[in-house]
């Protein structure tokens, strides 16, 4: 579907800025209709596990789960950028292509059944991010962070690929189903030779980097502060799912065995990243650069989760995953809304007196903050909740206790945004309107989010389903 929309995008391209535009609204109307097509392609699909292309992808109902979440925030954030890109007169039929081939590389990072489709899938996906991510390139932030993300990622992709180099060599075969078969067993571990361990632990350095976990979270800040606002929406929640899938899938499955080994770290890289995403962010002014360290602190509470290797840990995990997405979705959105002139304006102190200008922005913008900090009966409560209980049940009693006092500490400055919201004098207001586009996407996640207590079904049973297919 990207190479028919990128040939009629080219047929279609004029010479003047307003067919420019027409076009792009063109690609992008296509490109949201065929993302939705294939969401209700994909949650038709029986439960049923299949594999493909000579086993090297699998259709199970893990792999579902995450492609709903991926395919839902890529048609999100389409919707999301059809007014920023048109107002930043950046507005090109390239871009919207760009999001679907960067969703084509999740949905194959989520079916990855060998380390090699493993690979080709984060190349597919990673390509297309470096593009998306310098998109404004008038901007000097915008293709820093290109340049940044690129750069680095080369060699987050570097080290991925010797680790799974290593586990080759020593292991003989990249096919999943081999390395669980050959790592099973109790005394699997003990007989690990140390060049694959070594492997096991570069593919963790380098899928840590795809989930922005500490240390290997540098380019985060400065990305999503550079990059286009609708793309640091889409950089925090669609790579971000796909990445934690994989991370899920290789470490629970191939290596679940082996989990003596390489808990330890897990266990660390949470820490690290829950109490960094938790003490860096106090001092922020940009709400951007605020969100981004707020991302490395959600990695952290949900790799707790992995870190306790049980079906209730990896079901915890894609609980919060599912709740982070509407979560992250509608804060951007309430972003986006932050015009004053027409001018985008990013500082945390422009939102002063936004209660008594935009009260609907405001509210939403306070259900996703209170939310981010924990605060019941919010969705991102329960999102929690179902992280620290396996850990607890699996007796890491320290990590759920400094998850917990991190959330605490965390909560303090997503308070103080609302406390900019409603009690700090206004300023100088916020454009209006909003527009009907992020106003029905900031309806619809924050009732999710508000009234998710009510109905947790749904995601709670998928959840459930799909955590089972991985053991």
């Not at 995008?9 to 792009?24: H, I, L, N, P, Y």
């Amino acid at each position: 579907m990207g190479m028919a929309l990128l040939m009629l995008g080219v047929f279609q391209k004029a010479t003047d800025k307003d067919g420019e535009v027409q076009t792009a609204r063109l690609i992008t109307k296509l490109g949201i209709i065929s993302l939705v097509l294939t969401l209700m392609l994909v949650a038709t699909v029986s439960g049923g596990v299949m594999t493909t292309f000579g086993g090297l992808f699998i259709s199970d109902p893990f792999a579902i789960y995450f492609k709903v979440l991926i395919l839902i925030a890529s048609a999100l954030t389409l919707v999301l950028s059809r007014d920023y890109m048109e107002n930043q007169g950046i507005a090109r039929f390239e871009y919207s292509i760009l999001v679907l081939f960067a969703t084509l590389g999740m949905l194959m990072m989520v079916s990855a059944n060998d380390l090699m489709s493993l690979y080709m899938g984060l190349e597919i996906q990673s390509l297309s991010l470096y593009v998306i991510a310098s998109f404004h390139r008038d901007d000097p932030r915008s293709t820093e962070a290109g340049l940044k993300y690129f750069v680095l990622g080369a060699v987050s992709s570097g080290m991925l690929l010797y680790g799974i180099s290593l586990v080759y060599g020593f292991a003989g075969s990249t096919d999943f189903d081999v390395l669980r078969a050959m790592f099973s067993g109790d005394n699997a571990g003990s007989h690990a030779p140390i060049g694959l361990i070594i492997g096991i632990v570069f593919i963790l350095a380098g899928l840590s980097f795809k989930v922005s976990a500490v240390p290997f979270h540098m380019w985060t800040p400065d990305v999503y502060e550079g990059a286009p606002t609708p793309v640091t929406a889409f950089f925090s929640v669609g790579p971000k799912i796909a990445a934690m899938a994989l991370f899920l899938r290789v470490m629970i499955g191939p290596f679940g065995g082996l989990i003596d080994q390489w808990q330890q770290i897990i266990i660390v890289i949470s820490i690290a990243s829950m109490v960094l995403g938790a003490f860096a962010a106090i001092n922020q002014r940009n709400i951007k650069r605020l969100m981004a360290y707020s991302s490395i602190g959600h990695v952290g509470y949900a790799l707790i989760g992995l870190a306790v290797g049980t079906e209730a840990g990896v079901r915890g995990v894609m609980i919060y995953m599912g709740i982070y997405l509407f979560m992250n979705l509608g804060a951007f959105a309430c972003i986006l809304t932050m015009k004053k002139g027409g001018r985008m304006v990013e500082n945390i102190d422009d939102l002063a007196g936004l209660s008594k200008t935009h009260p609907m922005v405001a509210a939403a913008l306070a259900i996703f903050m209170f939310s981010m900090a924990g605060i019941p009966p919010l969705a991102g409560f329960f999102g929690k909740l179902y992280i620290f209980l396996p850990a607890i049940e699996a007796g890491l009693y320290g990590l759920a206790v400094i998850g917990v006092l991190a959330s605490v500490i965390g909560g303090f400055y997503y308070i103080r945004i609302i406390k900019v919201v409603y009690f700090d004098a206004p300023g100088e207001s916020l454009d209006k309107p909003i527009g009907r586009d992020i106003a029905a996407i900031l309806i619809g996640t924050s009732l999710f989010v508000l009234l998710f207590f009510v109905f947790p079904g749904p995601l709670l049973d998928a959840a459930s389903i799909a955590a089972a297919s991985l053991f």
